[in-house]
């Protein structure tokens, strides 16, 4: 990874593109070595989390993390999950995140160097070359060495660095549990 101490930079994580490419990957992430070590990389100007989470649920697994990230030096950004049902009659839920992202992103760029952008969604191609015209270098994280292959190609060629996810997990990975045999 190429960053320099004096840049500033923020981290932008989809939280449901992360998670997908670290499970593909056998592995969780440890969000608090994440975090550490990107502060050892430079200015970090703020750590963008993004989920969607399901409302009315009793318990949502990813609330205890929501909680955590957010008493621990991550910006979170959550919105409600809609509940629909698909063509086939299967319950779906869906909770894209996309907008918020490229708002943030753009919003940022005047006091950003460097952003970090954890996904692997080729809809942010555009968004990637927009930062890049407002003098931002942009690295995007996810991985390839999935199967599927979790990064959009067209999203690696306008990133000025692509950083696979399964290069970084000695640095804050953690294997996965295996499965319980209840």
Sequence with gaps: MSFYPNE???LFID?????????????DIDFKKLIDEFRKKGILVRAYYYTAIVEGDDYSPIKPLVDWLDYNGFTMVTK??????DHEGR???????????AVDMMELSDRLDHAVLFSGDGDFAPLV????RKGVRVSVISTLKSQPPQAADDLRRAADTFIDLNDLLPVFGRDRPPPRDD
């Design 15 to 27: 939280g449901a593109n992360l998670y997908s490419a670290a499970k593909a990957l056998g592995a």
């Design 8 to 10: 500033r930079l923020a």
């Design 129 to 132: 070359k927009a930062m890049q």
């Design 91 to 101: 319950s779906r839920t869906k909770g894209n995140m996309d907008v918020e992202i």
């Design 80 to 85: 409600a999950a809609k509940r629909f049902t």
